[in-house]
């Protein structure tokens, strides 16, 4: 098999452009996350709150790769998988406030965010849960002659369930384009990595099954993107799964709920000095392709839509009680 | 210590309580689950255990439900006491496979050679808009399997005292803790112990309606006897406390002098515990009743995440008192 050691691209030239489009994904996410967790406490939001900062070039990166006819599916921190897909941010903070305007109607909150438009099967939050359906996905492509792939994230958590081994089983047994994605933040709740598997080498596990696999660092949206786009292309063209492990790090809580007991701030802090964000800022401005002034321009354009984003989610209306119980059956008509 | 000393405690602590006896007093019993360790568990009911009594009993496991859960029941046949921890009901449903096929049915297909004395504690329950994966009531499904009991402990001398009686227990016992009762706080007798887990109780007694309830909807159903008294309606409330074993003498001696018969359940209405206890008032109390058994139950849909529509997938204290009254107005 060809699992390969976590490489990245740090010294290789970018196009000015593009580095710009991946710097505002990102900055899109971090603002986005930063921002539901003030209006968390402002109790606006609800429920479990899972944020992704830290983790925001895997999703970048990995949404990057991806056609528009591909489908995706995702775990409970999801936000930003979402809005590098292509949700926006205004739907997914009217979902979040529970209102009928969000992209799932306010049913679903924060963990269950869905869009038929971008084909983003959730926001699912029970662990391992979405493996087995991206199996069934990329199934029904097959048998209906699509050359589509089905991205699923899921976190290191998820290996440990039995869905997650069930899942690459039948993805190889039965040659499905499936892109397995995994968000190794090195944690599961609290339960670090080392203390959940026998064997942390996650693309062992891959290898095992017969499925092509790699891992990069995941702190770097380049190094991420390519990575993906090189799997993405094995998976279309060879209707073969892929395995891509994405080594990364949550710099929040788990959820808003979490005292962090399991881990040192020293720990978190060394990630932090590893950030995607400033990881990229530093070294577009290093080769001459970012100034402050571009960055600066970049925030405000950030800031503009998630305040808008918010305005929206504010102004939005809550469905009437009367609708309680529909979408438990499809309404035909 | 005197005999009578009280405590200020929350539903929370008194499980935590119940657990520190059971591996205080019985050195076979372990704690076993996702993040009960150095997370502190996902409610924060095992915060501090692992300090106090070291990873050898407080076991921090994968996430894989199915195998832990397995593990517990394979302890259990081996010797051990374990105490196996599922964060929610919902995700009980990926060890549904050895709670329903392994725990419930093995003294029975061994011919009695081999019993599960396993106890698994669950949360369960709506109300902090956790949508359709993380709050729903299906204790009562869990009702519909011989060989497992099935405890609903509301009051905090049921969360203190359920444990150590269900550890003592031959066979597998589930208990499920409401969400929303953790951080319920009140006084509690110092030395609570053991209660038993076979009998439903009177937590309010009153003469014109019986409310048969458990849970977290019990304080629902006093809140709403409360109003009622008000206007002059006493109703009787029923906690069932245990819904496998159903104790139906309890409710059908009720209905004997009130009746009328309310049940108030935040699970499914079709085909949940509601309608078991409906039939089993039909037959053992029919010729008692003065009016229809009415019930209030969880609507009919995957729970929502919006809060008013939250709310309005579950039984409230509003929906209590009109339905009583207009039981108690309209016959009789
Ligand atoms: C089947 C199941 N068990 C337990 C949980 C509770 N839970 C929610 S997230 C989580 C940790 C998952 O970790 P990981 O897969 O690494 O994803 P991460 O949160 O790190 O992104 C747990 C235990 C759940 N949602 N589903
Ligand atoms: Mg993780």
Redesign the pocket.
Same mark, same amino acid.
């Given at each position: 098999m060809n699992a390969k050691s976590p490489s990245s691209l740090s010294g290789a030239q970018v196009d000015r452009e593009h580095a710009h489009h991946l710097l505002h994904q990102m900055l899109r996410i971090r603002r986005f996350e930063e921002k539901s967790a003030e209006l968390y406490t402002l109790m606006k939001i609800r429920g479990?709150l899972?944020l992704?900062i830290g983790?925001e070039a895997v999703a970048v990166g990995v949404c990057e790769a991806l056609e528009p006819e591909d489908g995706v599916v995702a775990?409970?921190?999801e936000h930003g998988n979402a809005l590098a897909r292509g949700i926006s941010a205004s739907a997914i903070m009217a979902e979040m406030y529970g209102k009928q305007e969000g992209c799932s109607r306010g049913r679903g909150g924060s963990m269950h965010i869905f869009d038929d438009k971008t084909r983003f099967y959730g926001g699912n *939050? #029970?662990?391992?849960?979405g493996l087995p359906l991206a199996v069934g996905l990329a199934l029904a492509d097959k048998m209906q002659g699509r050359k589509r792939v089905t991205c699923c994230f899921?976190?290191?958590? *998820? #290996?440990a369930?039995g869905e997650f081994h069930e899942s690459m089983n039948l993805a190889a047994l039965w040659h499905l384009p499936v892109f397995f994605v995994c968000?190794?933040?090195?944690?599961?709740?609290g339960?670090a990595?080392e203390r959940a598997q026998s064997v942390t080498d996650l693309v062992r596990k891959a290898a095992s099954y017969n499925i092509a696999s790699s891992a990069v660092d995941g702190m770097d949206v380049l190094t991420v993107e390519a990575a993906a786009k090189e799997a993405v292309n094995i998976v279309r063209r060879e209707q073969e799964p892929y395995f891509l492990e994405c080594r990364t790090y949550?710099f929040r809580a788990?959820?808003m709920f979490d005292p962090e007991l399991y881990r040192s701030k020293a720990e978190v802090e060394k990630w932090k000095k590893r950030g995607p964000i400033v990881t990229l800022v530093k070294r577009l401005k290093k080769q001459g392709l970012l100034s402050d002034v571009e960055l600066e321009q970049l925030e405000q354009q950030v800031a503009r839509e998630i305040e808008e984003a918010v305005a929206f989610a504010e102004n939005g209306t809550w469905e009437p009680v009367e609708d309680l119980t529909r979408f438990v059956y499809s309404e035909r008509g | 210590m005197s005999k009578n000393e009280m405590i200020q405690i929350t539903y929370r602590e008194a499980v935590r309580e119940a657990i520190r006896e059971a591996l205080r007093r019985d050195e076979r019993v372990f704690l076993l689950g996702?993040?009960v360790g150095r997370y502190g568990g996902?409610f924060a009911v095992s915060k501090g255990l692992l300090e106090e009594f070291g990873p050898e009993r407080i076991i921090d496991t994968p996430?894989s439900?199915s195998g832990f859960t397995g593990a517990g029941i394979g302890a259990a046949l081996g010797g051990m006491r374990p105490i196996v921890e599922?964060?929610?009901v919902?995700?009980s449903l990926?060890a549904a496979d050895q709670i329903i096929n392994n725990a419930a049915t093995f003294l029975h297909m061994s011919g009695g050679c081999f019993n599960v004395p396993l106890v698994i504690r669950m949360s369960t329950g709506g109300g902090k808009q956790l949508a359709a994966?993380?709050s729903h009531s299906l204790e009562g499904w869990y009702a519909h399997i011989p060989g497992i009991k099935v405890l609903t402990p509301a009051t905090l001398e049921d969360a203190r005292g359920m444990l150590w009686s269900a550890l003592e227990d031959p066979d597998p016992v589930l208990i499920f803790e409401h969400q929303s009762l953790l951080n319920m706080e009140g006084q509690l007798l110092a030395n609570a112990g053991a209660v038993d887990i076979d009998r439903a109780q009177i937590r309010r007694p009153g003469s014109d309606l019986s409310v048969i309830t458990y849970g977290a909807s019990l304080f629902k159903a006093l809140e709403a006897a409360e109003i009622l008294a008000g206007e002059g309606i006493e109703v009787e409330v029923i906690d069932l406390r245990a819904l496998r074993p159903l104790d139906d003498a309890t409710f059908l001696t009720s209905i004997a002098s009130t009746h009328r018969a309310l049940i108030v359940d935040e699970g499914w209405r079709s085909g949940g515990i509601s309608a078991e206890i409906c039939a089993r008032i039909m037959e053992g109390a029919f010729y008692e009743l003065d009016a229809p058994v009415e019930r209030i139950c969880g609507a009919e849909v995957p729970m929502p995440y919006a809060k008013h529509l939250e709310e309005a997938a579950m039984p409230q204290v509003e929906a209590i008192v009109t339905t009583a009254k207009r039981m108690v107005r309209s016959n009789g």
């Open positions: 479990f899972h992704c983790e775990t409970y921190r *939050a #029970i662990v391992g849960c899921f976190g290191d958590g *998820a #290996i369930e968000e190794n933040n090195l944690y599961a709740m339960t990595l949550r788990h959820s | 996702e993040d996902c996430l439900e599922i964060m929610t919902n995700f990926l994966q993380h």
